[in-house]
């Protein structure tokens, strides 16, 4: 695999000479899904195609073009992809009933339910009944369970995504003050466990925290999931912080102020090209690795 050591025509110099990093996730996703094509490639010749199935419900503009980006990207790989689109009015039983036939499709090796489901669906219930093994995106309590305990095959995508930078990048985990801000099921809880258990001291902090900069003036890495566009500022961050920006606001702007913390951090993701790219690409690798298994 290319290393993170292609960084370094990306780093410059400022006038204080710390060296900056941009962590480039379409960079990170290139060697990723240049592996997955030769895997799909492999399984190919033993007459497996890996099929990601995705679940849209509801006419959410946005999460229709994620589904769509992710069905190109499978397609760009040699991957099926099998696209279910369900109107606004569908119940919750509906739901599940589509699920479990995907759950007993053979041709599916993951599937994907595209969050947010419309407000009177069961959406808890709904990622429940999703097979343990076509969990691609770790949203059952018993993925979400496993990846706590450090045996998870798949963790949800954008937290591995965070993971998978990192490692890119050659960046050090153990002992290091990770702050997570955000915690949500499928971003800032499993986040915070990979870091946990990657060895990295973990501190998660939500909407009741009460004292959230001085927390983030203790940080070696920082990981942005809140939800608020340029939430984060550079004025709060240690000097030489790595800062994951996992947000994704209107507008294509994250959840740090990227201007200001690029002054302060040694490495940052940008909005867009960091985080997103290789959300999706971590999507693939699960269902591959979940096409390998069966
Ligand atoms: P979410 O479910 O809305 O969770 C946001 C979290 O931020 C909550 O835990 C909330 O705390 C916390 N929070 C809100 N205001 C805060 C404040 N003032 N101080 C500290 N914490 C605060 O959002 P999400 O689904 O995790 O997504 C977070 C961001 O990541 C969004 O920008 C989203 O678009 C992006 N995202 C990106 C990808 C990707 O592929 N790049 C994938 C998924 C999500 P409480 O728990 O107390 O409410």
């Not at 290319?2 to 941009?22: P, Q, R, Y």
Request: hydrophobic share 40%.
């Amino acid at each position: 695999m290319v290393t993170g050591f292609l960084s370094l025509f990306l780093i410059d110099w400022e006038a204080n000479n710390v060296a900056k990093t941009i962590l480039d996730g379409n960079l990170v996703s290139k060697a990723i899904r240049e592996d997955l094509k030769k895997r799909v490639d492999l399984l190919k010749e033993k007459n497996v195609t890996p099929c990601l199935a995705t679940i849209l419900v509801g006419d959410n503009p946005s999460s229709e073009t994620y589904v769509k980006m992710k069905g190109n990207a499978c397609a760009k790989i040699g991957m099926e992809s099998i696209r279910i689109h369900l109107p606004e009015n569908t119940s919750t039983e509906e739901l599940l009933e589509k699920i479990n036939e995907l759950n007993e499709n053979p041709k599916v090796h993951g599937i994907l339910l595209q969050h947010p489901v419309p407000a009177h669906i069961d959406e808890r219930l709904a990622f429940e009944s999703i097979s343990i093994k076509k969990d691609v995106d770790g949203v059952t309590s018993m993925g979400y369970g496993q990846t706590a305990l450090g045996f998870g095959k798949y963790p949800a995508c954008t937290p591995a995504a965070i993971m998978e930078i990192i490692r890119y990048y050659q960046i050090p985990i153990a002992g290091k003050h990770a702050v997570v801000v955000g915690r949500s099921p499928i971003l800032g809880k499993p986040v915070s466990a990979l870091l946990l258990n990657d060895d990295a001291t973990v501190t998660t902090c939500h909407s009741k925290t009460t004292n959230l900069e001085s927390i983030l003036s203790q940080a070696d890495i920082v990981v942005a999931a809140v939800g608020k566009p340029n939430f984060i500022l550079g004025d709060w961050l240690k000097e030489g912080a790595v800062v994951l920006d996992a947000g994704y606001n209107k507008g294509n702007v994250g959840d740090v102020d990227y201007d200001s913390c690029y002054e302060k951090a040694s490495a940052i993701t940008p909005v867009p090209g960091g985080v997103g790219p290789v959300t999706i690409s971590m999507l693939l690798k699960h269902t591959v690795i979940a096409a390998e298994e069966m």
